[in-house]
């Protein structure tokens, strides 16, 4: 049986894995900032709150080109992305803290 806390850091690598993806992406790093509202240089300090890895899978989940080009980049099947989500702060409402 896997435990919770190792689905969970598994859960943060793709959702990280996401985030540079994203930031290496001239087109992308743009509409992420744009729909998040957030400023470039305030990434380091936004990363660290509950719930933004959530809104980053979120935000690749949202457009299913950008979920296929970088599950193709990650190597990881596009359903990965969404279970990642559910196993993350504010990813869901069944989310466990007590891990």
């Known amino acids: 049986m896997i435990k919770q806390s190792a689905v969970h850091e598994g859960a943060e690598a793709i959702a990280i894995q996401a985030l540079g993806f994203i930031a290496s992406d001239p087109e992308l790093l743009p509409r992420f900032l744009s729909i998040t509202g957030i400023e470039a240089s305030a990434i380091r300090q936004v990363a660290r ?5 959530a809104g980053v899978l979120q935000f690749v989940l949202a457009h299913e080109p ?4 970088f599950s193709e980049a990650a190597n990881i099947a ?3 992305v969404g ?3 559910r196993h993350l702060p ?7 803290t007590s891990i």
């Open 49 to 53: 709150e509950p719930g933004f890895l």
């Open 78 to 80: 596009p359903g990965e």
């Open 90 to 96: 504010l990813g869901d409402s069944s989310y466990q």
């Open 83 to 85: 279970k990642a989500l």
């Open 66 to 69: 950008t979920l296929i080009s």
